[in-house]
């Protein structure tokens, strides 16, 4: 008897092995495949722009950095005492607009150097709506909590995400022939769009993943926002706000994304490695005991 709809992921022909160079960038789910990674010991820069939800945003700090090109000096913000960039998360900031500057060209030039050497960019896109700033009629990453009046919301279309990600690729291996893209949508529901509405939203991001698969070469898609909603498809595998998954589910699909990723080197290294983590975790209630020091030789 079956119990659930088990995913189970063909084995990539391209292979992760412990010299493999890796960027994550995009939605919060961005950072959770970063730190997995890097608990791997693998050598990942994990979402150095922090949470960034759309794909026109995501694609942008990535051209910018990539070309390490400035700022827009025309898309600062300040709400209250504190100074924004409608590029970046609120995490980038100042307390004056020379200082957010700063903090920003820093993140697009510490991104441009890891970027040269990148052997894999994982790009995780959250939603399909945009904010628009009415004024200049960009598209924003962050409204800063400023007064919606400036903003237009839109739900960008399959074509618009495909083209802004056909020449963000062609300007990319330009510039690195050999780099692997990987696409995934990120298993996070935007609840705030109403749940009809994220299924539409998500829907657009999964159809632009896969037109993206079929027209560029070294760009695969692996499945996360799947492996949630339709393998593990359960309350109990979220945090209780009932919308992120929770620490077993990031677990899970991140087992997924090793077992068709990694080479079988590394897993043999990884598994090794998390006996070590395991170890290095343990603290013992009797120290300097025979059994604690067999413990200590033993790792």
């Known amino acids: 008897m079956h119990l659930r709809t088990e995913l189970l992921l063909p084995p990539s022909s391209w292979k992760i092995t412990q010299k493999t160079r890796l960027l994550t960038v995009g939605s919060c ?16 820069l994990a979402n150095p722009f922090g949470t960034i939800f759309n794909p026109v945003s995501i694609a942008k700090l990535i051209e910018q950095s990539a070309e390490n090109q400035l700022v827009e000096s025309s898309f600062f913000a300040k709400n209250q005492d504190t100074w924004f960039h409608y590029d970046f998360h609120s995490s980038s900031w100042g307390n004056t607009q020379a200082a957010c500057a700063a903090a920003v060209q820093r993140q697009l030039a ?45 739900l960008l279309t399959t074509t618009q995400v495909v083209k802004t990600f056909e020449k963000l690729h062609a300007k990319l291996k330009a510039q690195n022939a050999e780099l692997k893209l990987i696409l995934t949508v990120s298993p996070v529901r935007h609840t705030r769009d109403t749940l009809p509405l994220n299924q539409v939203s998500k829907s657009t991001l999964r159809v632009a993943c896969h037109e993206l698969t079929q027209l560029l070469p070294d760009c695969h898609y692996f499945p996360s926002y799947e492996l949630m909603l339709d ?58 005991t025979v059994a604690h020091r067999q413990f200590l030789e033993n790792f």
Request: hydrophobic share 40%; proline share 3%.
């Open 29 to 44: 789910f961005a950072e959770v495949m970063g730190q997995q990674l890097q608990h791997n010991k693998l050598s990942v």
């Open 110 to 154: 510490s991104t441009h150097e890891f970027l040269k050497s990148t052997d894999c960019l994982i790009i995780t896109f959250g939603t399909a709506f945009v904010y628009r700033h009415v004024e200049n009629g960009q598209i924003v990453a962050n409204c800063h909590k400023m007064p919606a009046h400036l903003f237009k919301k839109e």
């Open 231 to 288: 393998d593990l498809r359960d309350y109990r595998f979220y945090k209780s706000d009932l919308i992120h998954p929770n620490e077993v589910a990031e677990a899970y699909i991140f087992e997924q994304f090793a077992d068709a990723y990694f080479s079988p080197e590394l897993k043999a290294f990884s598994a090794e490695w998390q006996k070590i983590r395991q170890a290095l975790a343990h603290r013992p209630q009797q120290t300097g």
